[in-house]
């Protein structure tokens, strides 16, 4: 009989805080270069619309992210009742103007803005989100593009964590433009640092349960608190949980604590390794935008303009 590998019974927690800190320290390395040859600083801006709690947490970590590799930022805020018009002209400000190297808008947008074109209106050179068909389109092509940050983040955390992909079956639960879909792309791709076997599920997908059962590594994008339970886990399976739901929480001073997709307490013990919320997938999104950044200050993938 070949033996088998006893469970782990502690969670073996995929640490993407210190990734997303190593990635930082290496884009500070990139600036000092930069500047120490006289030029100027990566400058990213960014907008956001209205008073979203969430939104505002994720902007102000960037515009921190920022400052902490010595980028330059800046942040443009408008109510929410902003006309479409108004914002597209906002964009293509942005776009036109040579101080600014790549910006984002936030999303979600209030809903008389037509968030498609909006993104469309992003010069695709300064599209440091990766959401414009054409960055997309390039992605899906395998061209150099400017890659979606959360997507990216989630192979290079798996990369630098020494998790194998080449040949696993992953599942993707979640469909949307910004996550599910791009990352099963990504992760489909002839790259060491990818070539899994994708299943994309989606809310019309019949027998997730089964489905995810069989997967070696397990991508939850749903946007659902602890939708993934133990039973849809095979054990020793590789869980990457990139939900970020605020649930009221009484006991929390801000009032809110932060869920994940996964049911933590029934998943941990059966992965082999699993990403936390908060401290997994988030700081490495944040970390991928500024890498975009870089990429687009330095003509890295389209000529500088
Ligand atoms: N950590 C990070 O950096 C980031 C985190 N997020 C978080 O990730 C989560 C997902 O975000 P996003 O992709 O924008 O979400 P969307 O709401 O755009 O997409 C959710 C997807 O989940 C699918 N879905 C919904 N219910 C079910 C179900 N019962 N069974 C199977 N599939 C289902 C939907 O299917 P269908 O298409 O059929 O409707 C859809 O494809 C959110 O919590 C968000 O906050 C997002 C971006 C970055
Ligand atoms: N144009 C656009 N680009 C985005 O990339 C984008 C967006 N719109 N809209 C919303 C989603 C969500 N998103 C997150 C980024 C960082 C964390 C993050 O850093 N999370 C921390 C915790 C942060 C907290 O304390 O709330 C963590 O998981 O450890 C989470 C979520 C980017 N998004
Ligand atoms: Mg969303």
Avoid: W
């Amino acid at each position: 009989m070949t033996p088998t590998a006893p469970a782990p019974t502690a969670p073996h927690l995929i640490d993407g805080k210190q990734t997303a800190e190593d990635i930082k320290v290496e884009i500070a390395a990139a600036v000092a270069q930069l500047t120490a040859t006289g030029q100027r600083a990566p400058h990213l801006a960014a907008i956001l619309v209205g008073h979203d709690g969430g939104s505002e947490t994720y902007v102000r970590n960037k515009v921190l992210a920022c400052e902490r590799v010595g980028y330059d930022s800046t942040l443009l805020r408008f109510e929410d009742d902003i006309t479409e018009a108004d914002l597209l002209a906002q964009v293509a400000a942005l776009n036109e103007d040579p101080a600014i190297d790549g910006f984002i808008v936030q999303l979600p947008l209030p809903k008389h803005i037509d968030a498609e074109k909006v993104i469309e209106a992003v010069r695709p050179d300064k599209d440091v989100d990766g959401f414009h068909p054409m960055n997309l389109g390039r992605m899906v092509a395998g061209l150099p593009a400017l890659l979606p940050a959360t997507p990216s983040g989630i192979v290079e955390l798996m990369a630098r964590q020494g998790i194998k992909t080449s040949g696993q079956h992953c599942v993707v639960i979640g469909r949307s433009n910004i996550v599910g879909t791009p990352v099963s792309i990504l992760l489909a791709k002839n790259l060491d640092t990818a070539n899994c076997t994708v299943t994309l599920c989606h809310s019309r997908t019949k027998n997730l349960r089964e489905i995810c059962r069989q997967a070696d590594i397990i991508v939850a994008a749903i946007g659902r608190p602890e939708f993934v339970t133990g039973d849809m886990v095979k054990p020793g399976a590789v869980v990457i949980d990139v939900g970020t739901t605020r649930v009221t929480d009484a006991n929390k001073k801000s009032g809110f604590t932060l869920k994940g997709d996964v049911n933590f307490a029934e998943v941990a013990p059966l992965a082999s390794r699993i990403t936390p919320v908060p401290g997994g997938v988030g700081p490495m999104t944040i970390a991928m935008l500024l890498l975009n950044t870089l990429r687009a200050a330095t003509g890295a993938v389209y000529p500088k303009k």
